[in-house]
C-alpha cells in the first residue's frame, strides 16, 4: 500500500458507499439514515494500478464534547492526523453548509494534503453545489457519483501524482533503512533443523493472520476489550449501548501472535430488533462469525448466560468456529471463587455441546486475564486444527465398541468397521457402519463425547458423520462373471 486515504464530511453525504466502491465488497452499512457509520473502518482499496489503504470515518458533528457525538468527532480527527490524503466530501445537492465551512477551515490547519469532492453531483440539479464548493478555498472539487461510480478517472488524476511521490519518499527510506547483506555466514547454519516439529496447519503470518470474531450481547464491552488489546482507543466505546453497528476488523500482533480482530454490533434477541439498521448491523456480525476461526462469546459477569448468550455461542458452535467464553467486567465482582464455580456449572449445563471449552475472566476496564484469553484463544485455534491418524482412530474405535457395543434395534446387529478422519476446521470424522440410520443418537453423543476427552480436543465443534456400507461382499458374483467371461471368449462348446 503506497499511502493512507481518509474519507470524511458531514453525515450522509455518500463516505460509505464510496468507501464500498473502492474496496469492491459491502464493507461498510450504507442507509439513508444519517450516523450509520462511527467507528473507523480500513479497506484495502483499488483504483486503476493505484493500490492504497482507504479510511471511512464517521461523520464530522460540531460536537466537541464527551457526549456520542463528540467522541465520534474525536476519532474522525485522529483519522485525519493518520490519513496521508484526506477525501473531503460535500452534497453537491444539499450545497455547502456552515457545518463544511468549519470542517474545511479544520482540514486546512490539520491535513497536508486535501482532496475535494462533491459527491451526489449526477445531473443539472448538482451544479449549483458544484460551483459553491469553490468558495471552501480547497481547490477544483471533483464532481463525483460514488453510487454509480462516475469521476472516478478524475479522483484518479487527482491521486496518481501523490502516489507518486509516496512510492519515492519510501523507497529512499527503504535504501536508507536497508540492513548490511554482506556477512559471512558459517557453514553449517542449522538449515533443515526443527523440520519434523512444524505443525500440521496453517500458522498465523502477517499475511494470513489468525481471524478471530468478538461477539456478545450490547454494552458487554467488546470495542473496550479491543481497544484494550490494541494498547489504543481504536474502537468508539461509552457508556450507551449498541453502539458498534459495522462489523470492524483490526490487524493487530498479540503477543507475538498475527491476529485479525472483529469488533461487532451487540445481539439481541430477534424479536427486539425492529429498525432495518439494527437488522444490518446485526447481519454484518453473523457474516464475521461465519468468517472467523475462533470466536470469543463475551458475557457480562453481571448477568453471564442469558438465553441471548446461549443463542450466540450455540450459532458459533454450529458454524464449526472454535469457541471461547470470556467473563468481562469481572474487577466488579466480589465473591469471585464462588461465582467462577457458578459460572462452570451453568456453563456446563446449560451448553454441552461446548464441553471442555476454555471460560476465560477478564477486565477490559483494567486489562487483567489478557494474557489468558490470548493463550485460550491460540489453544483453542491449535485444537480446531487438529488431525488424528487412521490407525490412532480404528483402536480407538476398537476400545469404545468393546467397551459399550452399539445396539441391536429390532433385532438388527450395527457394525462399526471403519473409521477415520475426513477434515479439520472442525474436525470432522467418518465412520463406516452397518444401517447407519439405526444408531441411536445417545451413541453418537458417546462417540463425540470419548474423541474430545481421549484425543484432548476440548470445547471444539466435532463432526460425526455414520455412513452405510451394509453387508455387501465386493467379491460376490465375481466367480460367475469370470465364468461368463471365459465361456463367451471360448465361444460354444463342440460336440
Given amino acids: 500500500m503506497s499511502f493512507t486515504l481518509a474519507i470524511v464530511g458531514r453525515p450522509n453525504v455518500g463516505k460509505s458507499t464510496l468507501f464500498n466502491r473502492l474496496v469492491g465488497k459491502r464493507l461498510a452499512l450504507v442507509d439513508d439514515q444519517p450516523g450509520v457509520t462511527r467507528d473507523l473502518r480500513e479497506g484495502s482499496a483499488r483504483l486503476g494500478d493505484l493500490r492504497f489503504t482507504v479510511i471511512d470515518t464517521a461523520g464530522l458533528e460540531e460536537a466537541t464534547d464527551d457526549s456520542l457525538q463528540g467522541r465520534m468527532r474525536r476519532l474522525t480527527e485522529r483519522a485525519v492526523d493518520m490519513a496521508d490524503i484526506c477525501l473531503f466530501m460535500v452534497d453537491a445537492r444539499a450545497g455547502i453548509t456552515p457545518t463544511d465551512q468549519v470542517f474545511a477551515d479544520i482540514l486546512r490547519k490539520r491535513a497536508a494534503n486535501v482532496i475535494l469532492v462533491a459527491n451526489k453531483a449526477e445531473g443539472s440539479a448538482a451544479d449549483a453545489g458544484v460551483f459553491e464548493a469553490y468558495g471552501l478555498g480547497l481547490g477544483d472539487p471533483i464532481r463525483l457519483s460514488a453510487e454509480h461510480g462516475e469521476g472516478l478517472p478524475e479522483l484518479y488524476a487527482r491521486l496518481q501524482p501523490l502516489a507518486d511521490a509516496f512510492d519515492e519518499r519510501a523507497a529512499a ?52 476489550l479491543i481497544n484494550r488489546i490494541l494498547g489504543e482507543d481504536r474502537l468508539l466505546t461509552g457508556p450507551e449501548a449498541g453502539i458498534t453497528r459495522d462489523a470492524i476488523s483490526i490487524p493487530v500482533t498479540w503477543d507475538g501472535v498475527p491476529m485479525r480482530i472483529f469488533d461487532t454490533a451487540g445481539m439481541r434477541k430477534k424479536a427486539k430488533v425492529q429498525e432495518k439498521l439494527e437488522r444490518l448491523s446485526v447481519s454484518d456480525g453473523l457474516r464475521a462469525v461465519r468468517f472467523a476461526e475462533v470466536v470469543v462469546v463475551l458475557l457480562d459477569a453481571a448477568i453471564p448466560f442469558e438465553t441471548q448468550d446461549l443463542r450466540i455461542a450455540d450459532l458459533a458452535e454450529r458454524e464449526g468456529r472454535a469457541v471461547v467464553i470470556a467473563v468481562n467486567k469481572w474487577d466488579l465482582e466480589e465473591d469471585r471463587q464462588g461465582k467462577l464455580r457458578a459460572l462452570r456449572e451453568a456453563f456446563e449445563t446449560l451448553l454441552p455441546q461446548l464441553k471442555g471449552a476454555p471460560l476465560v475472566t477478564v477486565s477490559a476496564a483494567t486489562g487483567k486475564g489478557l494474557d489468558r ?85 476440548p470445547g471444539t465443534p466435532i463432526r460425526l458423520t455414520l455412513r452405510g456400507q451394509g453387508d455387501k461382499n465386493p467379491f460376490k458374483g465375481r466367480r460367475a462373471r469370470n465364468a461368463g467371461a471365459l465361456k463367451k471368449h471360448l465361444g460354444p462348446r463342440k460336440g
Fill in 173 to 224: 527510506q527503504d535504501e536508507a533503512e536497508a540492513p548490511d547483506t554482506d556477512v559471512d555466514l558459517p557453514e553449517d547454519d542449522g538449515a533443515g533443523e526443527g523440520e519434523d516439529d512444524a505443525p500440521p496447519f496453517r500458522v498465523p503470518t502477517p499475511s494470513r493472520p489468525l481471524q478471530v470474531a468478538v461477539v456478545g450481547r450490547p454494552n458487554a464491552g467488546k470495542s473496550t
Fill in 373 to 457: 484469553l490470548q493463550a485460550a484463544i491460540v489453544k483453542a485455534y491449535t485444537v480446531w486444527n487438529a488431525r488424528v491418524s487412521t490407525a490412532r482412530l480404528n483402536r480407538w474405535l476398537a476400545a469404545m465398541v468393546a467397551q459399550h457395543p452399539p445396539p441391536a434395534p429390532q433385532g438388527k446387529r450395527i457394525k462399526l468397521r471403519y473409521m477415520t478422519q475426513a477434515k479439520t476446521r472442525p474436525p470432522g470424522f467418518v465412520v463406516m457402519c452397518s444401517h447407519p440410520d439405526k444408531v441411536p443418537a445417545a451413541y453418537t453423543r458417546y462417540l463425540v463425547n470419548n474423541l474430545r476427552a481421549d484425543f484432548d480436543m
